[in-house]
């Protein structure tokens, strides 16, 4: 069984710093792709950015350059870093993981922007 929990969000400032983690239950980890999805209120989830088992990294367009992914396989977590915070980063993120044509989603943890 796949668990996925979110942990590091909270509020913060414009321009301001946050990590977010992940943990992972099971020992499919090192060979999934991991991903971290938002959703703002009143708006649809969508993809922030992914890291393949190989650690290769993909971004969303108003992400890319403020937000890095990363994974440590020996603690089943993976890592959103985002910096440069802006007011509609505002949003409940997600990690996400597909593990035989299933997707997992942890409960997800909220992050704030705001002075």
């Known amino acids: 069984q796949v668990q996925l929990v979110e942990s590091g969000g909270g509020l913060v400032q414009p321009g301001g710093s946050l990590r977010l983690s992940c943990v992972a239950s099971g020992s499919f980890f090192s060979i999934n792709a991991m991903s971290w999805y938002r959703q703002a209120p009143g708006k649809q989830r969508e993809w922030v950015a992914l890291?393949?088992?190989?650690?290769?990294?993909n971004y969303a367009d108003d992400v890319k350059g403020r937000f890095t992914i990363s994974r440590d396989n020996a603690k089943n977590t993976v890592y959103l870093q985002m910096n440069s915070l802006k007011p509609e980063d505002t949003a409940v993120y997600y990690c996400?993981?597909?593990?035989?044509?299933?997707?997992?989603w942890g409960p997800g943890t909220q992050v704030t922007v705001s002075s």
């Open positions: 996400m993981t597909r593990r035989r044509g299933d997707d997992y």
């Open positions: 890291i393949s088992s190989g650690r290769s990294t």
